[in-house]
């Protein structure tokens, strides 16, 4: 079988028959089957990884900046429908590619989205248990989320340092990544609602840097338009 390609960009597949007699053998060929150029890539699955972190970190930056506090529902839902799974797919498909470190950041990070929906979903029962313990249960709560945070806090601050041969744009969004963690980690460690606001407002930026780079891999794709990629 042998592919020959077309003027437009197609695929066609050949199948090479031998006939042969008591004198000679010949070929003959046809084709059986056309398949467009743009149905043969291989996708970037940064797109869905980069815009599954920016709508968590989003809904995350304005909830716990407080401009948003009645549907933390939507939060989990976020989490865990899109932001988590996003970008666990993303991670297993750049693990497939041989890309070992984006895989190991989108995987990480969607352990993070999970982690966060089961922990503050009601049927987890977290958050039943800590109600049930008072002004002493909100407070272990915020020891407990503060450490979480902070947990994830010391991988992003090694993805930060791995990002710094890597265009500006990626280290800012580690960097901020690293910022929202440690900031929302320290804020409920120490009962600061500074620090815990300003992890709030990072995660905002984050969301916003993080889909810009999102903008950028899908719009060149499509050739509409080439955003710097600083």
Not at 77 to 92: D, H, K, N, R, T
Not at 189 to 207: D, E, N, P
Not at 222 to 230: A, I, M, R, Y
């Amino acid at each position: 079988m042998t592919n020959h390609k077309t003027e437009e960009g197609s695929i066609v597949l050949e199948v090479e028959k031998a006939v042969s007699d008591s004198s000679h053998s010949h070929s003959t060929s046809a084709p059986i089957c056309n398949i467009p150029e743009h149905q043969r890539k291989q996708s970037n699955p940064m797109a869905i990884g980069f815009g599954a972190f920016a709508l968590g970190a989003f809904l995350v930056g304005i909830t716990n900046a407080g401009i948003v506090t009645e549907l933390p529902q939507g939060v989990l839902g976020v989490a865990l429908g899109f932001s988590g799974m996003g970008q666990f797919v993303c991670g297993i498909f750049e693990m497939v590619a041989g890309n070992t470190f984006a895989a190991t950041t989108m995987l990480t990070y969607a352990g993070f989205w999970i982690s966060y929906g089961v922990m503050f979903s009601s049927g987890a029962g977290f958050m039943t248990a800590i109600a049930g313990e008072g002004a002493a249960g909100l407070h272990e709560l915020h020891n407990v989320v503060g450490l979480w945070q902070i947990a994830f806090a010391v991988p992003s601050f090694i993805f930060f340092i791995g990002t710094f041969k890597q265009p500006w744009i990626i280290r800012a969004v580690l960097l901020q990544v690293f910022l929202t963690f440690f900031f929302g980690g320290l804020g409920g460690l120490t009962g600061v609602v500074g620090l815990t606001k300003a992890g709030a407002w990072i995660s905002f930026t984050l969301s916003l840097t993080a889909w810009y780079v999102m903008s950028a891999i899908l719009l060149e794709e499509e050739k509409v338009v080439k955003l710097p990629f600083f």
